[in-house]
């Protein structure tokens, strides 16, 4: 589910988020994906695999959607600068996965 939302997301990023200096243009770019995509995603992350848990996704979301969205933006905006500067857009997916790979797994213990 993941993979072709964000495959999108990076080539809307690419397609419509340009400024004249490539510095600025990362960091807009690292604003508009952690205000509109990152709360969008968990949101979904968290109500889903509640679904899947037999639970009530709104005690899961009420619970820890806050707390997990401030996790994320401790590590995510630092991930996706790096990500947009150095990384070819045919391959920020698969760099976000494998960061994912080490960073899901505290946020899925706070989820739970």
Avoid at 19 to 29: D, K
Avoid at 71 to 86: M, S, Y
Wanted: glycine letters at 4%; hydrophobic letters at 50%.
């Amino acid at each position: 589910m993941f993979g072709p939302a964000a495959t999108q997301w990076f080539k809307f990023l690419q397609n419509k988020v340009r400024l004249p200096n490539q510095n600025s243009e990362i960091a807009a770019r690292v604003v508009v994906d952690q205000v509109l995509f990152a709360p969008t995603n968990l949101f979904f992350f968290l109500g889903t695999m509640s679904l899947l848990e037999g639970s009530d996704p709104r005690d899961k979301l009420k619970r820890a959607y806050a707390p997990t969205l401030v996790t994320n933006w401790a590590v995510w905006p630092w991930v996706q600068a790096i990500n947009f500067k150095l990384v070819p857009l045919e391959h920020r997916v698969l760099a976000v996965n494998v960061v994912a790979l080490g960073e899901t797994c505290p946020i899925q213990m706070q989820s739970t």
